[in-house]
Structures are given as structure tokens and as C-alpha cells.
């Protein structure tokens, strides 16, 4: 008993530990998934929520792009078809509508490379609390990549309904239709499987005595040794006849109760086109560094502007983290936006090829689990944001190798 005691202490402590810890753990998982997967894949950016509360049923929007990058992974199953979506901890709000580069888009959609998604989706809250809500991006074959989350507080109005009109004119709150119907069927079905489960279980030697029951040969019912007998076989027939009746009996009631019905419908559809301008400019980029204690990225590369306007590096974005030029005069704004320095802060001549140097310093590489130094694919990738001098905006992708610097 003595012995005991501490293990019983240990588990109670490490249990509160759990508990206590669990209660520090935020979100639900966007850093878990690989820095070069987040950086590499698809960026996200000007995502823009249209507010942070709302009541049980009200709508909020959230807009923004997500781009297919170029540089997306080989190792990884290539964009085709895609799902913009809403990542929430469970059903805590409702997706009401999603437009796509202007079209309806109620299903997937044809993706591919290089191309922009212009998303606008309106969410209703359903369930009263503080969520974290994200717009998702999911990718067949690949997984879902997550935009910036933010968290929305949905207040009690009492109750959430959600109606729809069928074809038929008639109007139904989706929380509910059905419910009843789904409950007795369901239990019915639970309750034929339950019984037969007890029947072989319960008074029936086929557990409590397994060695007996295992060592009788496959292609008999053991009626030599009393395991299976002729009632046995009456019963499990009635069984069969219970099981087949349930189906009789719901196929016909479905066909009386609900003579019209459609199959769920499929829509999938490429979206109109929109691609980024793409930058007049050739960017080489070289061997990028990241020096752990000063949570700072240095990415050296080398732009050949090929257009005959002078170009400024507006901005870099990777993930769903956006980078603005300070050294031309940006300034972050909103979230996750912060600021970077390119030396030299010139704008690039046209024909002019010039070695410039990106420096951020930012505790999200760790914090956010971006670059991770112990991992086979260490790499800095993004988006790079060009304005030339009249304003207009380009962008070119861009993948860097990233070396870590040690301390001997
Ligand atoms: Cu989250």
C-alpha cells in the first residue's frame, strides 16, 4: 500500500498538470503542420473578417485571397481539386454561402497552380462562446491548409434556427428536421445489433469458455459440444427476419412519408481566372539564414527588373504572414502583418540587376514553427510583392534553401 502512494501522487499531479497546461493550449493545431508545407503550398493574404461579434444567427463575411503557389511541394499529391472552407472548433458557426472569384461555389472547385481564389464566405454563429475561426484552404490528396485565425465571440440569442425552403415550398429548420425520425431509427437498428450481441455473449458459453470455443473447427456450429444448438439456429433466423423487416418497414415508410426526394447534388466547376500580374523580373534567390537566438531570417537574392518601370519590393508573404517594406516607407497594419527591411532600399532600375537583402527578425519563425532547424526541408518560400513606379502591383514566387547558424 505504501508503494502506491507515490504513483497514486504522481498520476493525480501529472493529471493536473495536463489540465492546467491544457488550459494554456490555444487554437486548434495551425502550427502543427510543417513550416515548409505552410510555406510552400498556398499563401493566404488581405483575408479581412467583418467583425468579431456576433449573435446566434447573425452574419459575418470573410473575404480574402489564397494563392496556389508554384513552388508547390513534389512530395506532396498536386493541386486539383480544392475546398475553400471554415475551420472552427466543431460546428460553432455555419457556412452560409461561398463565392469564388465572383461565382457561387457550393461545392469543390478545379484548382491549379500559379492561380489566385478570391474567397468571400458568410458564416452565421450558431453556438454561443469564444472560437477560434479560420478560412481553410483543403487540397484532394494533399490536406487542408489553414488561413489566419481569429477569434470571433458569438453571443446568446437564445436559440439558433436555420431555415431552409425545399422545392416544395414548404420551410425547415435544418437544426432539427428529421431529428425524430433519426433518433428511432437509429436506436431501433442499435437495439437489434445489442440484442444479438447479448445473445452470444451473455448466457452463451462463446466467451467465458474461448479456449473450447476456439479449438472447434471453423465449418461447424459445435452442436456436439452444446455451443450451437438447433434453438440457437431459430432464434438467429428470427434474428435475419427482424433485421429484414426493419429495412421493408423504412423503405416503405421513406417512400409514403417523403415521395419526393433528390439525390445530394455535386457541383464542381473551375472558378473564373484570376492569376496574378506576373512581376517583370527575374528573382535568383540564394542560400537564406536564419540565426536561432536573434529570431532572425536573412534571404539574400539577386532581381533582374525586365520591365521599364523602377520596381520596390512591396512585401513578402508566406503562409498566411505578410512582411511590409519598412525601408520603403510600410508600415504593418492589422494582424499578421509585421514589418521587414530590404537593403538596399532603392527601387530596382529597369534592366538594372541588383543584390538585395531581405532581413526580418521575428519570434514567429519559432514560435510560429516555421523554420524549423531540426527538419529534412528547411526553406524560406512565399510570395514576393513587386509596385513598380505607377503603382501597379506583381508578384513572383519564390523558394530559398535556408542554412541554420549554430553556435560551436
Ligand atoms: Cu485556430
Do not use: C
Not at 11 to 28: C, D, E, N, R, T
Not at 130 to 147: I, K, N, R, Y
Not at 172 to 177: A, G, S, V
Not at 341 to 347: E, F, R
Request: glycine fraction near 10%; charged fraction near 15%; proline fraction near 8%.
Amino acid at each position: 500500500m505504501k508503494q502506491r502512494r507515490p504513483l497514486v501522487l504522481s498520476l493525480v499531479l501529472g493529471f493536473a498538470m495536463v489540465i492546467v497546461g491544457a488550459a494554456v493550449a490555444y487554437a486548434h493545431g495551425e502550427r502543427s503542420q510543417e513550416g515548409f508545407l505552410r510555406m510552400q503550398t498556398v499563401a493566404f493574404y488581405d483575408v479581412n473578417f467583418s467583425t468579431d461579434t456576433v449573435k446566434q444567427g447573425e452574419e459575418l463575411t470573410i473575404t480574402g485571397k489564397v494563392k496556389v503557389l508554384d513552388t508547390w511541394p513534389n512530395n506532396l499529391a498536386q493541386p486539383d481539386v480544392g475546398f475553400i472552407g471554415v475551420i472552427a472548433p466543431g460546428p460553432v458557426v455555419l457556412l452560409k454561402d461561398r463565392v469564388i472569384n465572383g461565382a457561387e461555389a457550393p461545392d469543390a472547385i478545379y484548382i491549379k497552380k500559379g492561380d489566385i481564389y478570391e474567397f468571400k464566405l458568410t458564416v452565421e454563429g450558431r453556438a454561443p462562446g469564444q472560437w477560434h475561426v479560420h478560412p481553410s484552404f483543403a487540397v484532394s490528396g494533399a490536406g487542408t491548409l489553414l488561413g489566419p485565425g481569429k477569434w470571433i465571440t458569438v453571443q446568446d440569442a437564445g436559440g439558433f434556427s436555420n431555415p431552409i425552403q425545399l422545392l416544395n415550398g414548404q420551410t425547415i429548420n435544418l437544426e432539427n428536421y428529421g431529428l425524430g425520425q433519426l433518433v428511432i431509427w437509429h436506436w431501433l437498428g442499435f437495439f437489434l445489433g445489442l440484442g444479438w450481441m447479448v445473445y452470444w455473449t451473455g448466457p452463451k458459453p462463446t466467451v467465458t469458455r474461448l479456449p473450447i470455443t476456439l479449438r472447434i473447427p471453423l465449418n461447424t456450429d459445435g452442436q456436439d459440444v452444446g455451443l450451437i444448438t438447433k434453438k440457437d439456429h431459430q432464434v438467429v433466423n428470427l434474428f435475419a427476419l427482424a433485421t429484414i423487416a426493419l429495412l421493408v418497414i423504412g423503405w416503405i415508410y421513406i417512400q409514403a412519408a417523403y415521395p419526393v426526394r433528390i439525390p445530394q447534388q455535386v457541383l464542381r466547376f473551375a472558378p473564373p481566372e484570376i492569376s496574378a500580374p506576373a512581376a517583370p523580373a527575374k528573382v535568383n534567390p540564394g542560400l537564406a539564414s536564419y540565426d536561432q537566438d536573434s529570431q532572425t531570417v536573412v534571404l539574400p537574392m539577386t532581381v533582374t527588373n525586365t520591365g521599364d518601370k523602377p520596381l520596390t519590393v512591396k512585401q513578402f508573404t508566406t503562409s498566411y504572414f505578410t512582411f511590409v517594406n519598412q525601408s520603403a516607407g510600410a508600415t504593418p497594419s492589422g494582424e499578421y502583418q509585421y514589418p521587414m527591411t530590404v537593403d538596399p532600399a532603392g527601387p530596382i532600375n529597369p534592366g538594372e540587376t541588383k543584390t538585395i537583402k531581405i532581413t526580418i527578425t521575428n519570434p514567429l519563425w519559432s514560435d510560429e514553427r516555421m523554420v524549423e532547424v531540426d527538419k529534412p526541408m528547411r526553406t524560406v518560400a512565399g510570395m514576393l510583392f513587386f509596385v513598380d513606379s505607377s503603382g501597379a502591383q506583381s508578384e513572383v514566387d519564390f523558394l530559398a534553401d535556408l542554412e541554420p547558424k549554430f553556435k560551436m
